[in-house]
């Protein structure tokens, strides 16, 4: 069995996750949490705290401990899976050089949000006029999303450079690779993100959703198996399937 420590695993994600591992071929030693919870698995509320090895640390915590968490892993041999936004181009730099295992940093687990980024750098090369919109609950930390700002990342990357300038304004958004970003957060939602995409008396708009987070399950299990395949820091489950 692969065992498997889990960073924030009593968050919404993190509880769909210990229900997903049940029955696998990986076993959770144990959960890093900022409170103490009631749980049949070992939980540890500090770093300082954590007596198990395990030969992965997953971390779907928050933006605020992410890095440390990463830090922390790597410091004691395992491979790392980091589903948690928020950390900086320096820090990637950091935990790039540093890595002595598989790192993968996932900005969404959900394989149509995966396939909606493919899509889009395909897309961007026939659209090159751009802009992003993405939906998410109140309670999530981040804004714009992690999605949101790899996609906009991959879609600048694959575009032309015909695009036309889009006017600033107060209402146009943030700026991710020079494309339009706008987040709303609004109760009801899960994850959800549309990219429109605008040609000559044309338009494609590319739009995927999920209703609950159990649709993140297959790719933190893909995400499991496929860290364990590499030996260097990688962004986006799309690098390892």
């Known amino acids: 069995m692969t065992k498997i420590i889990i960073a924030g695993g009593f968050g919404k994600l993190g509880l769909a996750i210990q229900q997903g591992l049940v029955g696998t071929n990986f076993e959770i030693a144990g959960i890093l949490s900022g409170h103490s919870h009631e749980s049949e698995y070992l939980v540890w509320t500090t770093l300082d705290e954590i007596d198990q090895e395990a030969d992965i640390f997953l971390d779907v915590s928050t933006p605020a401990t992410v890095f440390d968490n990463t830090m922390w892993a790597i410091k004691h041999d395992m491979a790392v899976i980091i589903g948690a936004t928020g950390l900086t181009d320096e820090q990637i730099a950091i935990l790039r050089d540093r890595a002595n295992h598989g790192i993968l940093i996932v900005p969404n687990f959900s394989l149509s949000a995966v396939l909606l980024m493919q899509f889009s750098q395909l897309a961007a090369r026939y659209f090159p006029d751009v802009e992003i919109i993405e939906a998410h609950n109140p309670k999530k930390v981040d804004s714009p999303s992690g999605t949101a700002v790899q996609t906009a990342k991959l879609v ?86």
């Open 156 to 241: 600048a990357e694959a575009r032309l450079d015909t695009a036309q300038k889009t006017n600033d304004g107060p209402a146009r958004g943030q700026r991710v690779a020079d494309i339009p970003v706008h987040a709303v957060r609004l109760p009801g939602y899960i994850a959800q993100q549309s990219v429109y995409f605008g040609g000559v008396d044309e338009q494609l708009t590319l739009t995927q959703s999920t209703t609950s987070r159990a649709a993140f399950v297959p790719g933190v299990l893909r995400a499991l198996e496929g860290v364990q395949k590499i030996n260097k820091l990688e962004i986006g489950l799309d690098s390892i399937l």
